[in-house]
């Protein structure tokens, strides 16, 4: 391309990118990154999105958290899928409080979660059989107005019946059937 006198732009970069961080060649991508860079190209959400998906999704989290600081500071603004991708991954590895953390920022920041964020955390927290901090979380989901699917309804009351806990999973369900219904009426 630089050859013929054409300049990649962020377009070319992030496609390239793409790619790469879904065969897991994340040193590969973060270097194709830092070219960016060097070739006066600004990143923007979609090619930080392919990026913090390759690294999640390669148990890379830690620089995945990294990265969505540079991002920051770089002007880009963090989306849902952004924040749903990192809290997904710190779900997979246990680590709910910095996932709750970054929920919490993510609300902080206007970008309003979506039910794939919640039941990722849902579903860290029934795993851990931490049930007030998944009802609460289940509470700020739907005040928030975002609905349980199938699935986190399933997940959550799963969770609660291989615990031997058929009581709290019929609360559970009663209280998201409370709150559907007061939602409906508005």
Known sequence: MVECAILPNVVTYSTILDPLCKE???????????????SDVKPDIVTYNCLMYGL???????EATRLLDKMKDQGVRPNVV??????DALCKVRRTKEA??????MIQSDVKPNVITYTS???A????????????????????KVFPDTTTL?????????????GKAYETFELVIEHLKS???T
């Open 183 to 185: 939602l409906k009426k």
């Open 24 to 38: 897991g060649r994340t040193a590969e991508a973060l270097n194709l990154l830092e070219a960016m860079s060097n």
């Open 154 to 166: 399933n997940l959550l009351l799963d969770g609660l019946d291989k615990r031997e806990m058929t």
């Open 82 to 87: 952004t924040f749903s991708t990192l809290v």
């Open 121 to 123: 955390s849902l579903n």
């Open 100 to 105: 709750l953390s970054l929920l919490d920022l």
């Open 125 to 144: 927290l029934c795993k851990l059989s931490q049930w007030e901090e998944a009802t609460r979380l289940l509470k700020e989901m739907v005040s928030l």
């Open 56 to 62: 999640c999704h390669s148990g890379q989290w830690r």
